[in-house]
T-cell receptor, first 114, second 114 residues
Framework: DTEVTQTPKHLVMGMTNKKSLKCEQHMGHRAMYWYKQKAKKPPELMFV???????INESVPSRFSPECPNSSLLNLHLHALQPEDSALYLC?????????????FGEGSWLTVV | AQSVTQLGSHVSVSEGALVLLRCNYS??????LFWYVQYPNQGLQLLLK??????LVKGINGFEAEFKKSETSFHLTKPSAHMSDAAEYFC????????????FGSGTRLLVRP
């Protein structure tokens, strides 16, 4: 089973709202990622968690706040977003070793900021 | 620094024809290379990967890719295109070092004509 589950699939929020995107995997992966993908563009890395600790923040604005409550869950808290933040948000996970190094992606959460 | 270049933002083939999607990489260390496919309104699915060993890698749905170190290439091929192959294809490179980052190329949209 190579499943990364993301909820919700679609989210519409106003610029003053607070919402969260959720991601779950039960493959024993210890690296988890958030990527942002705009239309007709490749995914762009936002955050990497390694062993539940934030290891990479790609200079993402503070209106995006990641959280990794445990080794299976990854959240992305959203607050005071702008319309240009509308995009597909992809969660991904991977083992943290060279032998099992494939990154698996979820189906994504489509975010629209109005 | 690592980077990936995909030649051709759009490739159009007839059903039954050979599919060739080009990918060149730049890496100062031995790379791990991946091809992902993204169908409309979906997440990314792994097609195949190269880490070490055999340079000809077979993936799902009849796709394969050959790692050529001398040419720094990892082109994706399929002998006979099917209508269901129409999608966006991303080549990606990773060092799988402490950052465990996956760097994507710009993507190639494959169009299959009946």
């Amino acid at each position: 089973d190579t499943e990364v589950t993301q909820t919700p699939k679609h989210l519409v929020m106003g610029m003053t709202n607070k919402k969260s995107l959720k991601c779950e995997q039960h493959m024993g992966h210890r690296a988890m990622y958030w990527y942002k993908q705009k239309a007709k563009k490749p995914p762009e890395l936002m955050f990497v968690y390694s062993y539940e600790k934030l290891s990479i923040n790609e200079s993402v604005p503070s209106r995006f706040s990641p959280e990794c409550p445990n080794s299976s869950l990854l959240n992305l808290h959203l607050h005071a977003l702008q319309p240009e933040d509308s995009a597909l948000y992809l969660c991904a996970s991977a083992f943290r070793d060279r032998e099992r190094n494939t990154i698996y992606f979820g189906e994504g959460s489509w975010l629209t900021v109005v | 620094a690592q980077s990936v270049t995909q030649l051709g933002s759009h490739v159009s083939v007839s059903e039954g024809a050979l599919v060739l999607l080009r990918c060149n990489y730049s890496s100062s260390v031995p790379p791990y290379l991946f091809w992902y496919v993204q169908y409309p309104n979906q997440g990314l699915q792994l097609l195949l990967k190269y880490t070490t060993g055999a340079t000809l890698v077979k993936g799902i749905n009849g796709f394969e890719a050959e790692f050529k170190k001398s040419e720094t290439s990892f082109h994706l091929t399929k002998p006979s295109a099917h209508m269901s192959d129409a999608a966006e294809y991303f080549c990606a490179v990773s060092r799988m070092d402490s950052s465990y980052k996956l760097i994507f190329g710009s993507g190639t949209r494959l169009l299959v004509r009946p």
